[in-house]
């Protein structure tokens, strides 16, 4: 069983930076590829990016790449997600999930934890 907790969502000017946090409570942690999902408003919900247990590979979603950039670390059970150069479209709720394979954190419809989601809005 993991639980999953983001924070260090905020409103931040188009051009800006935000750096979100999530941190996992739970065995084994280092076992778990991580991943980011954002929902815009009346829009379904997306893959932003991943990770896998060790952090040896990561992946990104063409709309954020070179732009944001996910890491961890495993002593602290925490996962965080660099945000630069944002822009309007990067508003939304950002969700960070969990899987047993990276494959699970790839899919929105296959993680198996989630959290509870932290908003970030970028104005124009």
């Known amino acids: 069983q993991l639980q999953v907790v983001e924070s260090g969502g905020g409103l931040v000017q188009a051009g800006g930076s935000l750096k979100l946090s999530c941190a996992a409570s739970g065995r084994a942690f280092s076992i778990y590829a991580m991943g980011w999902f954002r929902q815009a408003p009346g829009k379904e919900r997306e893959f932003v990016t991943a990770?896998?247990?060790?952090?040896?590979?990561?992946y990104y979603a063409d709309s954020v790449k070179g732009r944001f950039t996910i890491s961890r670390d495993n002593a602290k059970n925490t996962v965080y997600l660099q945000m630069n150069s944002l822009k309007p479209e990067d508003t939304a709720i950002y969700y960070c999930?969990?899987?047993?394979?990276?494959?699970?954190?790839?899919?929105?419809?296959?993680?198996?934890?989630w959290g509870q989601g932290t908003q970030v809005t970028v104005s124009s």
């Open positions: 990770i896998t247990g060790s952090g040896g590979s990561t």
């Open positions: 999930a969990a899987g047993t394979i990276v494959a699970q954190v790839l899919d929105v419809s296959r993680p198996f934890y």
